[in-house]
């Protein structure tokens, strides 16, 4: 375990009259390891920093120090520094701890039952990405082992040697000016928006620009029309603000609406560059059909544009945000999918009328994000880094997928048909007769091989079983040993069938 070094104040409990000044030391420090407050391996204040902090001689420190340390509690020497110690002694395992209470309190403890508002019952958690060595076929996942970090550290390194204190004091709640600029030019260029750097808000992913969006125009009961299946982190944040859901479903040309689907709808939520999670792209009469019908129906509609960037075949199709005329759309994409998910920076671009009311929704709650973080991109994009990204990864991610159709062609042959697609990150494959989702979702993940039941994103009526994968995050060869341990799994659950 590595030390963990410390140049905080320690905050003690203040020291009973009569009390000894040393024993109250000992004591006052081995309550705080034993509660866990000073973690093991942590390094201690020195004896002339805690002397001056409490106005105490440096010898009833060192008195304190070594009655501590006799029993096992620290370890080190004075001088060269002290630490709690790694291994405590055997009989502080009995010890409960603030953090042993809350382990059993999430293995099923009970506490008081605490007064939520109705928005917090309605929470549900929504999972972020997990921490680990990505394999086929994980969704979501970019190929962050060639995102050009030496880059980008260079750019952050220059950035800040050259911080003005008007830079690290903040900036405007819709986010640093030059990179609004800097996005609205990439996506008036690149997408087809319409917009102006006013109109953009930045936020910290499409996750935050749905939230913001509820929680300004939907109220409790509200209709809401969204994708059939869709996006699970958009029906977490729509259940939570109470709108009632109504489930459309998706065929080849996009979402089916209708006007009585639409009849009191506040809300459309979409993903028309690349349906999720069937990876259909919105034709345009769709488009045009669902402009005119959000006009009807007095209702604006959120484009999720999570992945479009990465498109395979066929000519590039503009936003939906750019056919419309009328200020229904708000447009959402992130840097999330292009770069790397931890940058947590996106953006929503919203009808002019609309600006306000978003900018002070940003000022009441977050503020703005950070601008250290928003500078750093902006150069990245104003120099034509991201297209130049873009433009390789392209490359990599077509590759990619065309080895995951050929493997798909040569084992998958009546287990599994893989969709044809035209861009993103993932596809989808249908399954063959008499095999279970989740039977086969189970014997792939025996062998290490990732894969997510369509069924995770149903909501209503069930759609045709399939599994959705992921090939940006994988090598060729990873998706070629992926592809023969899923045919292998796929075979175990069709004789389980």
Request: aromatic share 8%; glycine share 8%; proline share 6%.
């Amino acid at each position: 375990m590595p030390k963990r070094v410390t140049a905080f104040e320690l905050m003690l409990p203040a020291q009973e009259p009569g009390t000894p000044a040393y024993r109250w030391l000992y004591a006052a420090m081995r309550t705080e390891i034993l509660e866990g407050r000073l973690r093991p391996g942590s390094r201690l204040p020195s004896s002339r920093d805690l002397a001056s902090q409490y106005r105490l001689s440096r010898g009833t420190i060192v008195t304190a120090f070594e009655q501590l340390k006799s029993e096992g509690y620290v370890e080190g020497t004075i001088g060269s520094g002290s630490y709690v110690s790694k291994v405590l002694p055997e009989q502080l395992l009995q010890v409960t701890t603030a953090r042993s209470e809350l382990r059993a309190f999430r293995n099923g403890g009970r506490r008081a039952q605490r007064n939520l508002s109705e928005y917090a019952r309605r929470l549900q958690f929504f999972p972020g990405l997990d921490v680990r060595h990505s394999r086929a076929f994980r969704a979501y996942i970019p190929a962050l082992d060639l995102f050009p970090t030496t880059l980008w550290a260079r750019i952050a390194a220059r950035r800040v040697r050259t911080a003005t204190a008007t830079l690290l004091l903040g900036c405007h709640p819709l986010g640093y000016p030059p990179l609004r600029e800097a996005i609205a030019d990439y996506l008036r260029t690149s997408r087809g928006v319409r917009c102006s750097f006013e109109q953009i808000v930045i936020v910290s992913g499409v996750q935050e620009a749905m939230d913001l969006t509820a929680r300004l125009f939907l109220n409790p009961g509200d209709r809401l029309c969204l994708e059939n299946p869709g996006y699970v982190g958009a029906s977490c944040v729509f259940e939570a603000i109470g709108a009632q859901m109504v489930p459309a479903p998706v065929d080849d040309e996009g979402i089916v609406l209708d006007r009585r689907s639409l009849r009191g709808a506040r809300l459309i939520y979409v993903t028309p560059g690349h349906q999720f999670p069937l990876g259909i792209t919105m034709s345009l009469p769709r488009r045009l059909q669902l402009l005119e019908l959000a006009e009807q129906s007095d209702a604006l509609i959120f484009e999720d544009d999570y992945d479009s960037e990465y498109r395979y075949s066929g000519r590039p199709v503009p936003a939906l945000q750019g056919l419309d005329r009328g200020g229904r759309v708000l447009y959402a994409g992130t840097f999330s999918k292009t770069l790397f998910p931890s940058l947590r920076l996106g953006y929503l671009v919203v009808p002019t009328d609309l600006v306000p009311i978003f900018q002070s929704a940003k000022a009441v709650t977050n503020r703005h994000a950070p601008v250290l973080d928003q500078a750093v991109l902006c150069d990245f994009i104003s120099e034509g880094h991201l297209g130049r990204h873009l433009r390789r990864m392209r490359e990599v991610y077509s590759e990619r997928l065309s080895v995951l159709l050929e493997s798909a062609r040569e084992k998958l042959g009546g287990l599994l048909e893989i969709s044809s697609i035209e861009a993103g990150l993932q596809t989808v494959g249908w399954l063959g007769a008499r095999i279970d989702e989740e039977t086969a979702a189970k014997a792939a993940a025996v062998r290490k091989v990732e894969v997510i039941p369509l069924s995770w994103y149903d909501r209503g009526q069930p759609t045709r079983k399939g599994l959705q994968l992921g090939f940006a995050a994988s090598t060729p060869n990873e998706i070629r040993r992926g592809v023969r341990d899923l045919a292998a799994a796929l075979e175990d659950a069709r004789k389980r069938g």
